[in-house]
């Protein structure tokens, strides 16, 4: 099974909703202490599970969330990223998180690509944002190659609104006018 929504493609990757199959890649990418260090921490299967189902949840309620990304030459399962705007969330995000076999590859900023140009098409955002924290320089890079820029300190909603974040990102214009 697989949450309601499009599928879109780029050189390398393929792009679609929250799937069952997904959890291995999931949980492996949440237990790891690095690749989870600034999305939620280290979880075990189980809590890992309920974060993918949030994510298909999003999906079903929503008609979006974070797409599951699929490594075109292996198959793989290699991260998640995409529009998110849970409740209380500071705006409408375009986040990344990927497995330790999919760093720096640039997939994030591939992924990223398409991700975006979705949520200002289809979605009809006027904005994206990235909550980063200030100690994630990757992420950091990766919103600097998506033309993105810090814009100061931001808040997240309980249970998380202790965690230091800076909000990263841009106008729907800025994008159209970086990419032409």
Not at 5 to 26: H, N, Q, S, Y
Request: aromatic share 10%.
């Amino acid at each position: 099974m697989i949450a309601p929504g499009p599928t879109l493609e780029t050189a390398r990757l393929i792009l679609r909703p929250t799937a069952e199959e997904d959890l291995d890649g999931w949980a492996s990418m949440m237990a790891d202490p690095e690749a989870s260090k600034f999305i939620g921490g280290v979880q075990e299967r189980p809590a890992a599970w309920r974060g993918m189902a949030s994510m298909a949840g999003s999906w079903a309620i929503k008609g979006f969330g974070m797409f599951s990304l699929i490594e075109k030459s292996t198959g793989l399962w290699v991260g998640r990223i995409g529009p998110w705007m849970p409740e209380g969330w500071p705006g409408t995000e375009v986040g990344w998180g990927l497995h330790p076999s999919a760093q720096g590859k640039g997939y994030a900023v591939e992924a990223g690509v398409a991700a975006i140009d979705w949520a200002f098409d289809a979605l009809g955002w006027t904005n994206v944002i990235h909550c980063i924290d200030p100690d994630n320089t990757p992420s950091q890079r990766v919103a600097e190659r998506l033309g993105s820029y810090n814009q100061g300190p931001g808040r997240m909603p309980p249970p998380y609104q202790d965690l230091p974040i800076d909000i990263w990102g841009q106008t729907r214009e800025e994008w159209r006018a970086q990419r032409r």
